[in-house]
């Protein structure tokens, strides 16, 4: 299987199912609906779902009830956390995926209730008797758990906050790591973890899948870091070198831009090592970790 | 049953139970949870969990498993919503319930990101295999999607819009009926739904205690909109007449003060109308109705 493929089709897949299922932008509150479509359709890489629905997939062949509502409900928790970051009082960024951030077309006030929309609907999702239909109702309780989770104080919007109190502070590598951990480890974490749960994992199995998730979210993160040195404002979609700028440390910083590709690198091979007992039934998660450190840089 | 002894009663309960279970400030995110926790224990009446736990009452005299998560969540959704709506962005107050809003002592960044954890939060706590140990999760499932259902895109949050679109302009009746349905009755309706179905309600019953709900969430908002006429600052907890000063459109400005007053009372007595089938254990929903209307007015 060729991954480029492998991740096209299952882009497409998701962007199918977020087009269909999220609010037309025609039924009431227009401008909210409008304003949720605009940031969840920009075109994103759909990371967080094609993780959970791959990390099911080398679980179990046969596609699990609701894998499809579960993997979306990731990239609308994904989404939101985006138009909160970029607003004015937090990173202040006017571009986003090539195109002016969703406060810049829809104003400050309505980009923080987009937010919320999104978050809330992620949840919807999840607990919907239509896209959720055939699954366990004890196994949907626990991906509702992993979901908020993940996202929550103790993961994703935790994470956010460790980074708004590390900027302008001369921080230690332990802190990045902390950062990091939260911030876009936990949701990673967590698209792994629901895709395995809804796909029936064993214990060891989903131990194993866990693990995986974990190196490869470190991966993600320095990959992203040294893009945002390395990178030009058509491949990022917004202005290059914004962390140095904000006096935000980074791996570059710590390792150098070589430095912080190799440990990219041996966060991948520890990744892969992971999935050991699992057959070809997770090539799609091993070659996700190539691809993840090796995406435009 | 003396009303107030039960409120009273079931607020220090609410109370009791939201400081055992909220993140506390001195774990990381110490911040964070500070913030969290600043607006989540700023003594709120606690209308919301108390209503969810009355509706459980009404259908079954055994306390629900979970009943206390349930209905805490509710809280921890209104709590959100008043953090994000005092932002600059929205209605731009500087106090809530007497103190300085959330964004006046942590900053705008923190009081975004205290939103989202304790809007996160609501779906963590009705999915926490402790918190509702013993809950069917099929049951749990529906708490869930109630849960999202009335405070997201088509509920609370749509509300939330239709109001701000509707700041300064000369809008007729339906369209504020509109604005209240969602932006504070969807949220009462969710609670009582959720503290019925928490509790086993029948289908038979679950209709009656919505009608109920919906009657009340009215009786709620136009109470809410007279006392913002003719509360005093100490009352309020915050400045009175920002509504008019806003350039809101409220029901005293369609009916004067007395004819939002008697309005108020006609919702009440149709909610009460609904709970005909319900025997003395729907009293505390009954004389809650009444409460509701004549609060500090």
Known sequence: MDIKDYLEQKRIEVDRFL?????????????????????????????????????AESVCAATPPGIMAVACSLELIHTYSLIHDDLPSMDNDDFRRG?????KVYGEAMAI???????TMAFDWCSRPDLMKGCEPQRQV??????AYGSGNVGMVG????????????IDLPTLQNIHKHKTGML????????????????????DLTGYAEDIGL?????????????TREELGKNPNT????????????????????LADDCVTRAIARLASFGPSADPLRKLAWYITARKN
Do not use: W
């Open 19 to 55: 087009d269909a299922v999220a609010p037309r932008a025609d039924t009431p509150p227009t401008t909210l609906h409008e304003s949720m479509r605009y940031s969840l359709m920009a075109g994103g890489k759909r990371v967080r779902p094609i993780l959970a629905i791959a990390a």
């Open 99 to 103: 195109k002016p951030t969703n406060h």
């Open 113 to 119: 209730l987009a937010g919320d929309a999104l978050l």
């Open 142 to 147: 626990r991906l509702i758990q992993e979901l």
């Open 159 to 170: 994470g956010q906050v460790f980074d708004i109190q590390a900027e302008n502070k001369d």
């Open 188 to 207: 990673i974490r967590a698209a792994v973890r629901m895709g395995a749960i809804a796909a029936g994992a064993t214990d060891r199995q989903l131990d």
């Open 219 to 231: 991966a993600f993160q320095i990959a992203d870091d040294v893009l945002n040195v390395t990178g």
């Open 243 to 262: 962390d140095a700028e904000r006096g935000k440390k980074t791996y570059p910083a710590f390792y150098g831009v070589e430095g912080a590709r190799k």
